[in-house]
Nanobody, 121 residues
Framework: QVQLGESGGGLVQAGGSLRLSCAAS????????MGWYRQAPGKQRELVAT???????NYADSVKGRFTISRDNAKNTVYLQMNSLKPEDTAVYYC???????????????WGQGTQVTVSS
């Protein structure tokens, strides 16, 4: 079984910073792309940032220059450093990872349980 465990959410004032972490555990042969998504009340889940196993990153326009995604392959962990937070960043943030469990098996996508980020004005 594979699990993604997130941490680091919370309440912060506008202009502040938070760092989210997501660690994958269980039967893992290789982790391909990892990423962060968010869902605000009444809205669809949207991409925040992704990172490949080689370190290539992609960001939503709304967070470029403020958020940084990174990963530690040895720890099977992905991070999201969020700076200059705005009230519109308030959402539940979900970790996502494409994981190959065994040699020669396919990759499957997994989701974390979500962590709440609230930015007050």
């Amino acid at each position: 079984q594979v699990q993604l465990g997130e941490s680091g959410g919370g309440l912060v004032q506008a202009g502040g910073s938070l760092r989210l972490s997501c660690a994958a555990s269980g039967s893992i042969f290789r982790i391909n792309a990892m990423g962060w998504y968010r869902q605000a009340p009444g809205k669809q889940r949207e991409l925040v940032a992704t990172i490949t196993s080689a370190g290539t990153t992609n960001y939503a326009d709304s967070v470029k220059g403020r958020f940084t995604i990174s990963r530690d392959n040895a720890k099977n962990t992905v991070y999201l450093q969020m700076n200059s937070l705005k009230p519109e960043d308030t959402a539940v943030y979900y970790c996502n990872a494409f994981i190959v469990k065994y040699v020669l098996s396919k990759e499957y996508g997994y989701w974390g349980q979500g962590t709440q980020v609230t930015v007050s004005s």
